[in-house]
């Protein structure tokens, strides 16, 4: 018995969220003691909300409690230290902050291992027997533990809402029947939930076979894939092997007309040796120009070969040897001039041609282009799910609802440094990286924002233009003003018409170049298109113009919303 005894003193001074002997043990106002560092770091995790509770009832406190040592519990602790024991082994049947506990256990509560949905209550394995053994209990619905059992029961009649009035579209009780929704459309729950599991059996059947379609699709592409593949290897090495040969007939005409002109130029210095000696300038002049031209003719950087063209030095005047009765020596400048001239005709040849060629590669394609959307319905099956990036979002900006809303403050957040972030401009990007067809929308407040797309690499540091969205040529940007709109790239600002809306639409065919800009009200009215080339993989944007306050939201939108 005293041992006993001795585990139950042991468990009534164990911390509830560390399942060990309490460590500076302090007490809240509600009467349960925490070690310090515990329910400290349950309640930095509550921060945000402002409101602090007890893990175990659940009572609320504002604004947050100032701890202090509970001096009794400490010394009974270390008297309990002193007799040897040990804390408790963590005993996993007991419940913790996160558990569902059983509504029946005093004291320490176990896990419970089933709700009941009839008695609105949760049991541990132990008090869920009666469930099993009495009648009346054995035809209770029994499901897996739930913390929303309070959620059935109605807030106005305190009864089970055991209804569901399809006027509203809400669950309600019996009174409820009687009462305001006297005359609505109503029926079980349980039938309610029998249709809608027919129209969800009908869903999950739909969705299967588009699944099986998108795979029969996906092997489909896979193929083109090796098609692609196969094709662009061949043709690669046909093209080397063309290009191949005509290196060789290139290098081989090369060598014949070299051949040829040093055996006529040995047959000319044989036969005229004996006037070496006077025209031995000449001959050395001819030779520089001779090899300049070799050299220039055997240049493959077309460029470089024109750029070095004109500055070549005109030859002087040959000699005037009257006394010698030969012709003067020209005769190797023809053939300069011949190869010049079959150099230009195949610069031209190659010039044309390989348009042709560049033309033909970036034709190929496998997939049919697919029309441009046209409703919103239609834009709305390319919307994305786009966050914020905090890692990027600039010191001023509070990011919120799950990192979908930006808010302009008067004051710095205290954001860690981040080689990512945004230090000059009020600016964020996000997480997910755009390529392919993507649709989304934002919903703004305030003075005004910039709705840009921006490659991620657009730098990050600083007030230069090389940082804002718009202003060089890794974004796009649309300005929202009250009254206006203005689009921006590369420095450059266009005014653009069209209805004044707090919510932007923005398209994206990342392989078409197509990005468009929409003012959604009502109606769907497209304010600007660009048409042009992204090189790289895209981000989403916001850019705020200074008005503390002001507010951007990515708005999550649905296949099946409509205007």
Known sequence: MAQRGSRLDEEKISCSICLDLLKDPVTTSCGHSYCMNCIKGHWDTEDKRSVYSCPQCRQTFTPRPVLLKNTMLADLVEELKKTGLQAAPVDHCYAGPEDVACDVCTGRKLKACKSCLQCLASYCEKHLQPHFNAAPLKKHKLVEPSKKLQENVCSRHDEVMKMFCRTDQQSICYLCLMDEHKGHDTVSAAAERSERQRELGVSRQNIQQRIQDRDKDVKLLQQQVEAINRSADKAVEDSEKIFTQLIRLMKKRRSDVKQQVRSQQEAEVSRVRELQEKLEQEITELKRRDADLEELSLTEDHNQFLHDYPSLSPLSESTDSSSIKIRPLRYFEAVTAAVSEVRGKLQDVLRETWTNISQTVTEVDVLLTQPEPKTRAEFLQYSCDITLDPNTAHTRLLLSDGDRKATFMSKHQSYSSHPDRFTGWDQVLSRESLTGRCYWEVEWRGGGVFVAVAYKSISRAGRGTECGFGHN?????????????????????????????????????????????????????????????????????LWFICYPGSTAELCKVKQTEVM
């Open 473 to 541: 040529d890794k974004s796009w940007a649309l300005q929202c003003y009250n009254n206006s709109y203005n689009f921006w790239y590369n420095k450059v600002n266009t005014p653009v018409s069209g209805p004044r809306s707090s919510r932007v639409g923005v398209y994206l065919d990342h392989r078409a170049g197509i990005l468009s800009f929409y003012s959604i009200s009502k109606t769907m009215t497209l304010l600007h298109r660009v048409q042009t080339t992204f090189t790289q993989p895209l981000c989403a944007g």
